[in-house]
């Protein structure tokens, strides 16, 4: 079974930055869109950013400028660059994945921004 396993979060100050990235588990032939969510204490899951397999990218108005989606199709691996980072942008961020009609998430990683 394929698993989407984060690393990278942590603690930073407001305008830091912090990079995330989320591998899956083992080498998939292919891998449709890829995408970072986030959750904040008593808010629902939003999207934070979304890439395709061909490259063409999408992010929240809120992120926009700020944090920059990427990915590595022969690494199944996907990346989320956050720059400028702003105390509302405390979450915990989780990697997304469709593959073959299935959706995969990973287990989530915590970004806290605070001085």
């Known amino acids: 079974q394929v698993r989407l396993v984060e690393s990278g979060g942590g603690l930073v100050q407001p305008g830091g930055s912090l990079s995330l990235s989320c591998a899956a588990s083992?080498?998939?032939?292919?891998?449709?869109?890829m995408g970072w969510y986030r959750q904040a204490t008593g808010k629902q899951r939003e999207l934070v950013a979304s890439i395709t397999s061909g490259g063409s990218s999408n992010y929240a108005d809120s992120v926009k400028g700020r944090f920059t989606i990427s990915r590595d199709n022969a690494e199944n691996t996907v990346y989320l660059q956050m720059n400028s980072l702003k105390p509302e942008d405390t979450a915990v961020y989780y990697c997304n994945a469709q593959i073959s009609g299935h959706t995969l998430w990973g287990q989530g990683t915590q970004v806290t921004v605070s001085s």
């Open positions: 083992r080498n998939i032939f292919r891998i449709d869109a």
